[in-house]
């Protein structure tokens, strides 16, 4: 299962590798079937340091959670409830699956979080 992808992955990982990441077209062997080459690892942030890196994979979760901690000035406090909360069950379930960057309503919620600050800075200018 996610266990096995893991110890399998990182079994193919130097020091660099987890700094930099192996890359997209990042491919390894299943441990348990030596005939089977994987592309990915399903627990998106482990997926994302063996394609990236751990270096951009803390870019990326630090943007994530600036956004989603960030108070804003919003009047609309349904909305960003909503969106906020989108987010966080997305991050709950991008622990069993890798979904970053197939999942649209997480960059739209994204989106919604950074332009609010942006539209009430630009209405008083």
């Known amino acids: 299962g996610r266990l096995i992808e893991l110890i399998s992955v990182?079994?193919?990982?130097?020091?660099?590798?987890?700094?930099?990441?192996?890359?997209?077209?990042?491919?390894?062997?299943?441990?348990?079937?030596?005939?089977?080459f994987i592309h990915n690892v399903h627990m998106t942030p482990f997926g994302l340091i063996s394609k990236f890196g751990v270096l951009l994979t803390f870019c990326m979760y630090i943007l994530i959670f600036y956004y989603l901690f960030k108070k804003n000035n919003s009047k609309n406090v349904i909305l960003n409830v909503f969106f906020k909360s989108i987010i966080i069950g997305i991050l709950f379930f991008s622990l069993t699956e890798y979904s970053f960057f197939v999942n649209l309503i997480l960059w739209m919620s994204l989106g919604y979080l950074a332009s609010v600050n942006r539209s009430k800075l630009c209405a008083e200018s």
């Open 10 to 36: 990182f079994k193919h990982f130097s020091l660099s590798d987890y700094l930099l990441g192996k890359g997209i077209g990042f491919e390894y062997l299943n441990i348990e079937n030596e005939n089977e």
